[in-house]
């Protein structure tokens, strides 16, 4: 099913820039379903705006990186991605404060680091100007329409922080931001996979969720890796979802080439209907193997899209992250994303609450190892952590029992 009415929103301010366009270029899409029937409509609307912008700010500086037209950065977080990740992180968190002042934020970031570089700056040059904090400054002003100030990015970046929101054991309604999942795949180049991703909860529950995806590539056949050699330098997918009214995408509008597609249709997008574990797609985090999963102890995996065995079943190749898993399973081009939680391993809510409702309207079922839902809200205090038993599966539905069962009758071996 296919849609609908689109609204445009050209904001009409001057700026001197050679690059106009994406300091004056906004666009508010209608969404694929009436307000009377979405609860949280106009939540989702802002977030589906301001996802969009993150997005174009992460292109332009990963362009840059690319390009030589700006100077890069040294290690120890000062890196390009970086500054990706915090002005991301700024954007969204004054875009979200202006429209929702009262609803907090639980974000990856905070400000340390980069006080503490400003701080250095003043200690040594005598001068408040930083290159790290200048460069997060400026690309966040490219994508607002004032001008902001060092202090404004810094405390708009430590709405999102740990010290900053104390919950509770109340319910509690808070966005949940990662302002970029896949940091590996902003890296590598222009066709590895990230994902900035936002989320709205409501006493435990997702009720919204955004993810822009630059990368994508929607003409690669189902079953085809994401994050490989080929698998990105897409024009980009943004995905939505809004608890009982399904999850939808479009093409993602990030750069001025793209305009052609800006006004485009939202499409309903489902899990697969694969109903054999053998016939199965998984896809599994870069950081583990297949052999420290408990399916491993009877399934081996391959890279055929057709095996034609029953002891094996197809792994995909998708980098990077986790949310760009839900993503394949939430749009059928992957059956099954599991992850297994590690002692050493702290598990993020950022990392798991979009895609959770994605996933969750396209059809599909999200749990930990023993079928419980994932808790939000596990983590009382500050709803940064969550602390799935055993891991967390994400399957078509179809599949989930069965390999909840598979995972049960293994889990010792492994």
């Known amino acids: 099913m296919n849609l609908v009415h689109f609204t445009t929103r050209v904001p009409i301010h001057r700026r001197s820039s050679s690059n106009s366009f994406s300091r004056v270029f906004s666009v508010r899409s209608s969404l694929p379903f009436s307000s009377e029937k979405a609860k949280y409509y106009n939540e989702l609307q802002v977030a589906v705006n301001v996802v969009e912008k993150a997005c174009r700010l992460c292109v332009?500086?990963?362009?840059?990186?690319?390009?030589?037209?700006?100077?890069?950065?040294?290690?120890?977080?000062q890196t390009p991605v970086t500054i990706a990740d915090f002005g991301v992180q700024a954007l969204i968190s004054l875009e979200l404060g202006r429209a929702f002042p009262s609803i907090p934020l639980v974000a990856e970031e905070d400000s340390t680091f980069l006080r503490s570089?400003?701080?250095?700056?003043?200690?040594?040059?005598?001068?408040?100007?930083n290159f790290l904090v200048d460069s997060v400054l400026n690309a966040v002003n490219e994508?607002?329409?004032?001008?902001?100030?060092?202090?404004?990015?810094?405390?708009?970046?430590?709405?999102g922080g740990k010290v900053t929101v104390g919950f509770g054991t109340?319910?509690?309604?808070?966005?949940?931001?990662?302002?970029?999942?896949?940091?590996r795949g902003f890296l590598k180049g222009i066709d590895a996979l990230y994902v900035v991703g936002l989320a709205l909860v409501v006493e435990g529950e997702v009720v919204v969720g955004v993810m822009g995806c630059p990368n994508w590539n929607e003409s690669v056949p189902v079953?085809?890796?994401?994050?490989?050699?080929?698998?990105?330098?897409?024009?980009?997918?943004?995905?939505i979802a809004h608890i009982g009214c399904g999850t939808w995408t479009k093409t993602l509008p990030t750069m001025p080439d793209n305009m052609a597609n800006v006004i485009n249709k939202w499409s309903s997008r489902s899990v697969d209907s694969c109903s054999f574990v053998h016939e199965a797609r998984f896809c599994i985090p870069e950081s583990q193997t297949w052999g420290s999963l408990p399916l491993s102890t009877s399934l081996a995996t391959t890279d055929e899209e057709s095996p034609g065995d029953?002891?094996?079943v197809l792994l995909l190749s998708a980098c990077c992250g986790s949310l760009c898993k839900y993503l394949m399973v939430a749009s059928g081009r992957a059956s099954v994303f599991i992850v297994r939680a590690r002692s050493t391993t702290i598990i993020k809510a950022w990392d798991h609450a979009v895609g959770m409702i994605c996933v969750h309207e396209a059809g599909g079922q999200v749990t930990d190892w023993k079928g419980s839902p994932l808790d939000l809200a596990a983590d009382e205090v500050g709803r940064r952590v969550i602390f799935p038993s055993g891991g967390v599966l994400v399957t078509n539905g179809n599949l989930h029992n069965q390999?909840?069962?598979?995972?049960?009758?293994?889990l010792q071996v492994v």
């Open 60 to 77: 332009d500086v990963k362009k840059s990186l690319f390009s030589g037209e700006s100077r890069i950065l040294e290690k120890k977080d």
């Open 117 to 129: 570089s400003l701080e250095n700056s003043e200690h040594e040059k005598g001068s408040s100007s």
């Open 143 to 159: 994508k607002t329409s004032e001008s902001l100030s060092h202090n404004d990015v810094l405390e708009a970046i430590d709405r």
């Open 170 to 183: 109340k319910p509690a309604t808070y966005w949940v931001l990662d302002p970029i999942d896949g940091t």
């Open 223 to 239: 079953g085809g890796g994401l994050g490989g050699e080929s698998g990105g330098c897409g024009l980009g997918i943004i995905m």
């Open 310 to 312: 029953e002891q094996k």
């Open 403 to 410: 390999i909840l069962q598979i995972i049960s009758t293994n």
